[in-house]
């Protein structure tokens, strides 16, 4: 998978790919990510991305032509499958969602700022609007680095467990059992005693079981 990052402030997501999982994804050539500057598109001597909305009220509107000048560039080396717009006003994010992503070949991110991009720019490039959750960030950075971590881990071969990413919290609408490791008593605490026996199918169903009573306890909405 390939994923174009537009962003005012690049420096933002490159910590989250320089480590881990999307690293271990980018060295296997299994992902590859490339952060685009905006700043680069700007007008004139201070390169200027942003200006005052029309119609008055605070805060500053992203200008329709530096993006629409770098999404072209972009567009004219690579067909991407969807071009994403991070925004707290988009479709929530969720894993269904991902999955679904997860089958992209070529991606375009689109990090927002200050109050918004011009709406144009929306009605024009964006094939999609995705919100991490019901708050608002200052940037779409962080929300961009959280999209690609979450699709970075569904590529096949990212992860050294195929199956790993299918146990997670999420898949089948279930959160996960817990888990546990050495030592076997810690202060007390016993580690439950079915995950010592050896025996696969009763450790199976007794993780199933933990997980639907913690989905119940904690999130019956997505029982429903
Ligand atoms: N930009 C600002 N807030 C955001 C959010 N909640 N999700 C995605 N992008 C954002």
Not at 78 to 105: A, C, F, H, W
Request: charged share 25%.
């Amino acid at each position: 998978m390939h994923i174009d990052i537009i962003s005012l402030i690049p420096e933002l997501i490159e910590s989250p790919l320089n480590h881990s999982i999307l690293k271990r994804a980018q060295d296997k050539n299994l992902l590859s990510v490339r952060l685009v500057s905006l700043r680069d598109y700007g007008y004139g001597n201070y390169k200027q991305v942003d200006d005052y909305a029309f119609g008055g009220g605070a805060g500053m509107v992203l200008m329709c032509e530096p993006i629409a000048k770098c999404i072209r560039d972009l567009q004219s080396e690579r067909e991407y499958d969807e071009v994403i717009y991070l925004t707290p006003d988009g479709d929530r994010l969720n894993q269904p969602l991902l999955n679904q992503m997860s089958m992209s070949k070529n991606l375009l991110m689109l990090c927002g700022h200050y109050k918004g991009i011009d709406q144009r720019i929306r009605d024009m490039f964006i094939t999609r609007e995705i919100s991490i959750g019901d708050y608002v960030l200052s940037g779409g950075e962080l929300g961009a680095a959280v999209l690609v971590d979450a699709l970075g881990r569904l590529i096949p071969g990212v992860l050294s467990d195929e199956t790993s990413a299918l146990t997670d919290s999420f898949q089948d609408n279930l959160l996960a059992p817990p888990v546990y490791t050495r030592p076997r008593n810690f202060e007390g605490m016993e580690v439950p005693e079915v995950l010592l026996s050896g025996n696969t199918k009763k450790i199976e169903a007794w993780r199933y079981d933990q997980a639907l009573k913690v989905t119940e306890k904690r999130r019956p909405d997505l029982l429903k």
